[in-house]
């Protein structure tokens, strides 16, 4: 099993486990722009007697990133969801030779 600090990343994480978990053919560069580049956009937001207030949000995509790398480098995978872990669906993937890749919403963690 390769564990992401036996490869470290490179410029960008995301890229980077996409990357190795493709076995590392694709470079991160292109990997990144295929998902939607690196993103950055700022708002400033005026309201009628309140100061105006200034949201900077770097790489904003609609789109979940990793999602978008697999479908245009026409890669098939799976999407499953739970409120809990589901090791088992974790483990099965794992395998038979598959990546995983696990997004946790922090506010979820103890």
């Given at each position: 099993m390769l564990l992401y600090e036996d490869f470290g990343t490179g410029r960008h994480r995301e890229s980077s486990l996409v990357r190795h978990a493709l076995g590392s053919t694709h470079d991160e560069a292109l990997v990144a722009g295929l998902a939607g580049g690196i993103g950055f956009m700022y708002f400033v937001f005026e309201y009628t007697g309140r100061p105006p207030q200034l949201t900077i949000v770097a790489q904003a995509h609609p789109d979940p990133w990793i999602r978008s790398a697999?479908?245009?480098?026409?890669?098939?995978?799976?999407?499953?969801?739970?409120?809990?872990?589901?090791?088992?669906?974790?483990?099965?993937?794992?395998?038979?030779?598959?990546?995983?890749?696990?997004?946790?919403?922090?506010?979820?963690?103890?």
């Open positions: 697999l479908d245009r480098l026409h890669v098939p995978y799976d999407v499953a969801h739970s409120a809990r872990p589901r090791w088992d669906r974790v483990h099965a993937a794992l395998d038979a030779g598959h990546p995983v890749f696990c997004t946790v919403d922090r506010s979820g963690l103890p």
